[in-house]
């Protein structure tokens, strides 16, 4: 038998649980918005998420006392919206905050930033066994292995060449203007590492930016202080804010020491 008397609050909680996907929604278009105008606050792309999670937590609730108690009424209608238009972006959201171990599963497993990562600091215990000179780029990675038997061909590579449609052996390429330098004289933003195609002991500079890389829009950059960036093709460059954090714009790498 259903109750004929409602549950007020659970009403109340049902009919406002939607207001957070809508709040989400608004706040995407508003940040779509404001990225055509230039204006980019980084942030602001998570803040869909909080509402939706409000939005979910509210539906669920009321859906389960409306559920329990067996209310006639329509709020069911509202709590029921909220969770399903809100799941989704939940679920992304989720994904954007799991926990590291998953997430340094899938730069391993998905991605060159592992791999990168790892011949970063392949490169600086190099350079601290000899006197802090980084090796010659025509012979990198020979050098980096013979330092390091843990090393192997395949930490040279992305873990999925296919889904690229890379062709070479090696798809890491060195800064050449690197090759035999102190690494102590060089500055924190330079590029160290760089994803790219081609043959063993792969290096260079700019020019093999511009060589197709799949699909992909973007390719990471390893700093000298072991940062990583992207790089973007469309604007041949890194993205970058200025000091107010609300303009964006794109530079160029830096090459040289």
């Known amino acids: 038998m259903y109750r004929d008397v409602p549950i007020r609050e659970t009403f109340v909680l049902a009919k406002i649980a939607p207001f957070g996907v809508i709040l989400a929604i608004i706040s995407i278009v508003l940040y779509c918005f404001l990225v055509t105008l230039g204006f980019d ?16 937590l509210l539906g669920l609730l009321s859906t389960l006392i409306i559920l329990v108690f067996r209310a006639r009424f329509k709020g069911l209608v509202y709590s029921l919206s909220a969770v399903v238009f809100s799941l989704p972006i939940v679920y ?3 994904e954007f905050f799991m926990s590291p171990n998953v997430r340094a599963e899938k730069m391993k497993n998905y991605t060159t930033l592992y791999n990168m990562g790892l011949l970063g600091e392949a490169l600086k215990k190099y350079a601290q066994s000899h006197n802090g000179i980084l090796p010659d780029a025509n012979s990198w990675c020979d050098s980096l292995m013979n330092q390091n038997p843990t090393l192997t061909a395949e930490n040279f590579r992305h873990p999925q060449p296919d889904l690229l449609k890379l062709k070479g052996q090696c798809h890491i390429a060195f800064n050449s203007n690197l090759s035999g330098r102190s690494l102590g004289d060089v500055h924190g933003d ?10 063993w002991n ?9 060589k197709p890389y799949g699909e992909a829009k973007f390719l990471s950059i390893l700093w000298v202080d072991g940062s990583t960036v992207d790089y973007w093709y469309d604007q041949k460059g890194i993205r970058k804010f200025d000091p ?8 160029s790498p830096r ?3």
């Open 41 to 56: 606050f980084g942030i602001l792309a998570l803040l869909p998420f909080p509402f939706c999670v409000l939005a979910f």
């Open 202 to 210: 792969l290096n260079g500079t700019g020019s093999l930016l511009s």
């Open 255 to 257: 090459w040289s020491p």
């Open 244 to 251: 107010s954090g609300r303009h964006m714009y794109h530079e």
């Open 190 to 199: 330079v590029v160290l590492l760089f994803e790219a195609d081609g043959e």
């Open 92 to 94: 992304i959201g989720t």
